[in-house]
C-alpha cells in the first residue's frame, strides 16, 4: 500500500483495473471506465449538497436533520434529537414529534448515510472517499462500485437499528466509507497486495471509533462487515456465471439487512 493523504492506495488493484481497462475488459465483470472518479465526484457533490442545506436551515438545529438522520424509533422530541419525554405517539406528542424508522420515516436508511452537521465530518469522510473510491471504480466498474458503496451503507444502517439506542440520532457517510475499507481489504487479499499498511490504517480507525465519544460503531462496524462480504461476493464469484451471482449475492446482502432492519423496527413500535 501506498501512502496518500488520507488512506492508503493499493497499487496491485490500481494496476489491475488499469490493465484490464485498457483491454476493455474489467477483472470481475464490470463495464470498463474511463474517468474512474467519476461516481466519487458524484457521492461527493451529494453529500456537500446535504450538508450545505442543514448547515443553511441551522446546523444542530435544523429540522432538516431530524428527519434525514438515521432515529431508530419516534419520540416526543425537544427539535435537538436527543432529548425526548417518554410519549411514544405522534398524536400525543404534537409538534415535537420526532420521526424514526420504525415510526414510518424508511427513507433515513439511505438518506443518513448522505448527512452531515459537522464540517470536519464531512471533509474527513469525503477526502477518504476520494482516495478509496476511484480505486474500487477502476477494478470493479462503476454499477459494482455503487452497489458495494450502497450495501455497504444499508448495513451500517442496520447494525445501527440493531444495537443502537432507540431515539439515538446518527447520521454521516462512515458506515459505506468503512465498507469501502473493508472492500479494499480483500481485493487487496485476493491479488496477494502488501497489506499492513491498510491494516493499520484500518486499526487505527477502529481505535478511533471505541475511544472517541459520539462515534457510531453500529455504523461503522456494520459497513466494514457488508463491504467484505460483499467485496467477496464480487471478485470470488465463479466466472461462468459471474454477473448472476454477484448481483444474487449483494441483493442478499441486501434482503437480510433489510429484514433484520424490520423485525428491529416491529420490536420498537
Not at 436533520?65 to 438515521?70: G, M, N, P, R, S
Not at 419525554?85 to 448515510?113: E, F, H, I, K, Y
Amino acid at each position: 500500500m501506498n501512502s496518500a493523504a488520507v488512506g492508503f492506495q493499493c497499487p496491485e488493484c490500481v494496476k489491475e483495473g488499469a490493465r484490464t481497462t485498457r483491454a476493455g475488459s474489467l477483472p470481475y465483470g464490470g463495464a470498463r471506465v474511463v474517468n474512474p472518479q467519476i461516481a466519487t465526484i458524484g457521492l461527493i457533490v451529494a453529500n456537500v449538497a446535504v450538508w450545505l442545506a442543514i448547515v443553511a436551515n441551522g446546523g444542530y438545529s435544523s429540522k432538516l436533520l431530524e428527519k434525514l438522520a438515521l432515529i431508530p424509533s419516534g419520540h416526543c422530541g425537544a427539535g435537538n434529537g436527543g432529548y425526548y419525554l417518554g410519549v411514544d405517539t405522534a398524536r400525543a406528542c404534537g409538534p415535537t414529534w420526532v420521526d424514526g424508522v420504525a415510526s414510518g420515516a424508511p427513507w433515513q436508511l439511505v438518506t443518513s448515510m448522505f448527512t452531515h452537521v459537522e464540517w470536519w465530518h464531512i471533509g474527513v469522510n469525503m477526502l477518504s472517499l476520494f482516495f478509496i473510491g476511484p480505486q474500487l471504480e477502476l477494478i470493479l466498474g462503476r454499477v459494482r462500485y455503487l452497489a458495494l458503496y450502497f450495501v455497504s451503507g444499508i448495513a451500517g444502517s442496520a447494525a445501527v437499528m440493531l444495537f443502537s439506542e432507540p431515539h439515538g440520532m446518527t447520521y454521516g457517510a462512515s458506515g459505506a466509507i468503512f465498507g469501502l475499507m473493508g472492500a479494499l481489504i480483500v481485493i487487496g487479499y485476493k491479488l496477494g497486495a502488501q497489506m499492513q499498511q491498510i491494516w493499520m490504517w484500518l486499526g487505527i480507525n477502529l481505535v478511533i471509533t471505541f475511544t472517541v465519544s459520539n462515534i457510531s460503531w453500529q455504523g461503522h462496524l456494520g459497513g466494514l462487515v457488508g463491504g467484505a462480504l460483499a467485496a467477496a461476493a464480487l471478485v470470488y464469484a465463479p466466472r461462468e456465471r459471474r454477473t448472476p451471482v454477484q448481483f444474487a449475492a449483494l441483493g442478499g446482502i441486501f434482503v437480510v439487512s433489510i429484514v433484520l432492519i424490520l423485525v428491529r423496527s416491529a420490536a420498537l413500535s
